[in-house]
């Protein structure tokens, strides 16, 4: 990550503008106990009140480590039920980095966003309808495929 | 020109800069050698 990922410029402009970078040694204590950490790099996006919303292991690329962080950051919008900031996150992700590793969860989480805020299935029925255009074999496509019978 | 990122140390601190800024905090668990 040093030597390829963290100078990436767009790498570091993102980071710096959009994220509170932490960062600590796999062993410290007592955060490596507290999150599990088994192996390095862990990469775990955090809200502000220190809850755990979004996790990678190993290295990625520049490209797929802005994806992650963008998925992170609509996951924690998520899961906090800001539905309007999710929904632009999943966005940003699907138009900048839609060959990302990262894109076929974005489309299946929105599918969720969608549905949670609109209490309607046509959202989870349209994801997995992308999913499977776009993403075939993607572990994704499969966990959203009862969605097809909506 | 280096392309630097500029890393808090302390969980305590980036949360409270988080919270201030309305951000989600990134922690990198790395293997210092």
Not at chain 1, 114 to 142: N, V
Request: proline share 8%.
């Amino acid at each position: 990550m040093d030597a390829v990922t963290y100078p990436d410029a767009k790498v570091t402009a993102f980071i710096s503008s959009s994220v509170v970078p932490l960062r600590v040694a796999f062993d410290s204590q007592p955060l490596a106990t507290e999150f599990n950490v088994k192996w390095t790099p862990t990469l775990i996006t955090l809200d502000a009140n220190g809850k755990e919303h979004h996790r990678t292991v190993g290295f990625l690329p520049p490209e797929e480590l802005i994806a992650s962080l963008v998925l992170g950051m609509a996951k924690a919008d998520l899961d906090n039920e800001r539905f309007d900031g999710a929904l632009k996150h999943f966005d940003m992700l699907l138009q900048q980095y839609p060959k990302s590793d990262a894109a076929p969860e974005a489309i299946f989480l929105r599918g969720v966003c969608g549905y949670k805020s609109t209490h309607t299935p046509k959202p989870l029925k349209d994801a997995y309808e992308k999913l499977a255009a776009a993403y075939p074999s993607s572990e994704w496509t499969k966990r959203a495929y009862p969605y097809r019978l909506l | 020109m280096t392309n630097q990122i500029t890393w808090h140390k302390d969980m305590q601190a980036a949360l409270a800069t988080a919270q201030k800024e309305n951000k989600p905090v990134l922690i990198d668990f790395f293997n210092p050698g």
